[in-house]
């Protein structure tokens, strides 16, 4: 792999992370729409880290949050073993418990993951998607700002966002801009709802890539190229941390509509050329 090809991909990774315009949407259209399938491949090792790299855009752009989080991990674990509990429940004790039950819903598709993944075959799920996440994301601009955050957040809306996030794992939905807009329906504050969709990444993309990360040592991992990879891992930190930083401005802004232009063009384009085709 070229010095070259490693930037390009830890661009892509950083933007399309981050953005609300599912990358995996992108990635089926760039594949069969434009018959470029296998030129967009990335070695499993090298996706691996690339997916590390922008986690790792998360924890620096959060770092105060998460911080706080872990320490009040331990705290609580204390608190168990000698049977007290604070009053009222610390916010960071509180994110904990809304990040664990945001996470469950994702164990309810670990059944059809396999078929959930074959779906970025049929561009017109994908382009109808891309059509739903426009939809959301124009709609998020146009709710009434909300109030909740980590203090008033009831588990029964992390369920639903978490919900959000599973059903995100369709190919053209985007997480971030899903996870996001129903957080915004619920009546989370703006920037909340993004640094909950965030930090509700962190176990999903752990957990994927530690699942991923034995098939990809059980394969070929040409030890040689480690170096670029390690380049591209840092661009797509880079690149990712600015996307957050920018998302974080929108947000607060409500001013989600570009991205809903954006997926309603894509999304209409690839339905009527798969149209045109079929």
């Known amino acids: 792999m070229s010095l070259l090809h490693s930037i390009l991909l830890g661009l892509v990774q950083g933007v399309a992370e981050f953005l609300p315009i599912s990358s995996s949407g992108h990635l089926a259209i760039v594949e069969q729409i434009l018959g470029v399938k296998g030129a967009v491949e990335v070695p499993g090792f090298f996706d691996v880290l690339l997916h590390l790299g922008t986690l790792a855009a998360v924890f620096v752009a959060y770092w105060p949050e998460i911080w706080e989080m ?7 674990i204390s608190d168990l073993i000698h049977g007290t509990t604070p009053t009222p429940v610390p916010p960071a004790r509180r ?44 709609a998020s601009d146009r709710v009434r700002k909300g109030r909740k955050n980590e203090h008033s957040a009831r588990m029964t809306d992390a369920l639903i966002v978490g919900a959000a996030q599973a059903l995100a794992t369709c190919p053209g939905l985007s997480r971030s801009g899903t996870t996001i807009s129903v957080g915004c329906f619920l009546g989370f504050e703006r920037k909340f709802a993004v640094r909950y969709s965030f930090i509700m990444s962190i176990p999903a993309v752990l957990g ?30 880079v690149v990712g941390y600015a996307c957050i930083r920018l998302l974080k401005m929108i947000a607060a802004k409500g001013k989600f509509g ?6 309603w063009a894509v999304g209409l384009l690839t339905v009527i050329l798969t149209l045109v085709g079929a």
Request: some cysteine; proline content about 2%; aromatic content about 12%.
């Open 208 to 237: 994927a890539n530690i699942l991923s990360l034995k098939d990809a040592l059980g394969g070929e991992v040409i030890w040689k190229d480690v170096p670029v990879y390690l380049l591209g891992v840092l661009v797509a930190a």
């Open 258 to 263: 570009a991205f809903a232009y954006y997926c």
């Open 95 to 138: 994110m904990i418990l809304l990040v664990i039950v945001g996470t469950l819903p994702l164990f309810a598709i670990l059944g059809i993951k396999d078929w959930i993944e074959s779906l970025s075959s049929n561009l017109y799920v994908v382009g109808g998607a891309l059509i739903v996440t426009g939809c959301l994301l124009f």
């Open 70 to 76: 872990i320490q009040e991990f331990f705290r609580g």
